[in-house]
């Protein structure tokens, strides 16, 4: 049952992700970041890295998780509307929350990214590379901070708005 729910995680991922990945002919190494690419797939493996690090024919590129952050392409921006309870403090709160769960994600598949982080007088703006990243992080901060989501999304579009309340 378990396996069964990963693999369609997993799936669901693949396709989201598909209009942005790079399709290599062989292996590669991210020459920003960690990530691997093997069996046509980015990914985040330590073994992997060092054998293919090893080997002369690796191709040296940007994952494409690193191509979406330099280009700044978004799929993704949550906004959480700062009411007076959200003091500067629980907004840093919130978004240490969020750092951590993207390292988490980021370990999954390195195409999860937060791209931006801003905050000012009246909001906190988080934008992801990854539509599901940034779902991901609203129902989250839902859950630890007791605000509710509105999400804004045209049909057949990848780019996902959510306001946090
Ligand atoms: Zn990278």
């Given at each position: 049952?378990?396996?069964?729910?990963?693999?369609?995680?997993q799936?669901?991922?693949?396709?989201?992700?598909?209009?942005?990945r790079?399709?290599?002919?062989?292996?590669?190494l991210?020459?920003?970041?960690?990530?691997?690419?093997?069996?046509?797939r980015?990914?985040?493996?330590?073994?992997?890295?060092s054998?293919?690090?090893?080997?002369?024919?690796?191709?040296?590129?940007?994952?494409?998780?690193?191509?979406?952050?330099?280009?700044l392409l978004?799929e993704?921006?949550?906004?959480?509307?700062?009411?007076?309870?959200?003091?500067?403090?629980?907004?840093?709160?919130?978004?240490?929350?969020?750092?951590?769960?993207?390292?988490?994600?980021h370990q999954?598949?390195?195409l999860?990214?937060?791209?931006?982080?801003?905050?000012?007088?009246?909001?906190?703006?988080?934008?992801?590379?990854?539509?599901?990243?940034?779902?991901?992080?609203?129902?989250?901060?839902?859950r630890?901070?007791?605000?509710?989501?509105?999400?804004?999304?045209?049909p057949g579009?990848?780019?996902?708005?959510?306001?946090?309340?």
């Amino acid at each position: 049952m378990l396996m069964t729910q990963t693999h369609l995680k997993q799936r669901k991922w693949g396709k989201q992700a598909d209009s942005a990945r790079t399709h290599l002919q062989g292996d590669a190494l991210c020459i920003r970041c960690e990530a691997v690419y093997h069996d046509q797939r980015w990914s985040i493996d330590s073994n992997l890295r060092s054998r293919l690090e090893a080997t002369p024919s690796t191709l040296h590129v940007l994952c494409t998780g690193c191509v979406l952050l330099q280009e700044l392409l978004i799929e993704g921006t949550v906004t959480l509307r700062r009411t007076l309870d959200w003091t500067l403090e629980r907004c840093n709160e919130a978004i240490r929350m969020c750092r951590h769960e993207e390292e988490r994600l980021h370990q999954k598949d390195p195409l999860h990214r937060i791209t931006s982080v801003d905050i000012d007088d009246t909001q906190l703006e988080i934008t992801t590379t990854t539509e599901f990243l940034s779902r991901h992080l609203a129902r989250r901060l839902e859950r630890a901070f007791g605000c509710r989501a509105m999400f804004h999304q045209a049909p057949g579009e990848k780019y996902v708005r959510i306001e946090l309340f």
